[in-house]
């Protein structure tokens, strides 16, 4: 778990990638020699700050968004939300770096005359305005389950930073602006799609607890939520799922979207899943994520990856 703590503690909110990009690259370029096999290594201009790992002749891509929600520095210390974090928290502190130096504050919600609420940080000086704020890292382990911020998508990250080790035909992007709606899939599918033939992909990241996915259940296998897979190409994956014998639960929800929604609504002929381990207290400074699942979420990634 020591690679996932470091991930969780990089400051990336969406629009920032460029740390979790530059920490990416590093890790590939110091453990892909130990692989099953060397990727190539696709970034720089036409890609933003997205990564693409090409292992072998690829047939399915795994998207993993690097990206995180936080909050940006507005006038006077106001703070405006990046994605949707949830602030109903006591004593949430908040870290990031202006050009003065490095910042630790704390979120403070103020109700309006309006009853609205807005939120502030507290700080001894007034913030560059436009600086990006993210939950202070707190990585906690015991035997069952990991705890954190930002386990939503680092964990994803992670997840297929250990598929890569065993990689031997596969595609790999690690991709950008997923929680603030901007999201990077589009351009990488296409160009995987032109270069490379590949029209399948895997969405590797974090889901919730609900009524009907739990922790400790496996993995999850998302029928739909608020984009709707192809059912052929579900069906194909559920099938493989039942044949490898790792632990998985079916989630089917109303709502929410991913790094799949954006291929769905693209012009692109490109089948994507979304499958990921389910987490409790999302978008929060306490993110909870069971060890077993991660596992299973794992083990199933390589396994689909060789058998789709």
Not at 58 to 77: E, K, L
Not at 117 to 129: G, L, V, Y
């Amino acid at each position: 778990m020591d690679i996932l703590k470091k991930l969780t503690s990089i400051r990336a909110a969406s629009g920032d990638e460029a740390p979790m990009k530059e920490y990416i690259l590093n890790y590939v370029a110091t453990h892909s020699s130990s692989w099953k096999v060397a990727p190539k290594i696709i970034h720089g201009q036409g890609f933003q700050d997205c990564v693409i790992l090409i292992f072998g002749q690829p047939r399915t891509a795994i998207y993993a968004h690097m990206d995180s929600i936080g909050f940006t520095v507005g006038y006077d210390n106001e703070l405006i939300r990046i994605g949707g974090p949830k602030v109903d928290e006591e004593e949430i502190h908040l870290v990031g770096s202006d050009s003065r130096g490095e910042i630790e504050a704390e979120l403070m919600l103020i109700e309006n005359e309006d009853e609205s609420i807005s939120m502030k940080c507290i700080f001894d000086r007034e913030i560059d305005r436009g600086t990006n704020l993210t939950f202070k890292p707190n990585f906690r382990e015991t035997d069952e389950y990991v705890q954190s911020p930002y386990l939503d998508n680092r964990l994803g990250v992670w997840s297929a930073l250990k598929v890569a080790e065993t990689l031997e035909h596969g595609a790999i992007i690690f991709s950008t602006y997923e929680e603030h709606g901007g999201n990077s899939v589009g351009f990488c599918a296409n160009y995987l799609l032109e270069n490379y033939g590949v029209y399948q992909a895997l969405v590797s990241d974090i889901t919730w607890v609900t009524e009907g996915v739990v922790h400790g259940g496996g993995v999850a296998i998302s029928m739909r939520d608020g984009s709707i897979p192809r059912r052929s190409y579900l069906n194909k994956i559920i099938d493989l799922a039942d044949a490898s014998g790792i632990h998985y639960q079916l989630e089917v929800e109303s709502g929410g979207g991913s790094d799949g929604t954006m291929p769905q609504r693209s012009h692109l002929p490109i089948d994507w899943l979304f499958i990921g381990a389910p987490e409790d207290h999302v978008h929060t400074p306490n993110e909870l994520v069971y060890k077993f699942d991660i596992l299973c979420m794992m083990e199933m990634y390589r396994y689909l990856m060789v058998n789709l």
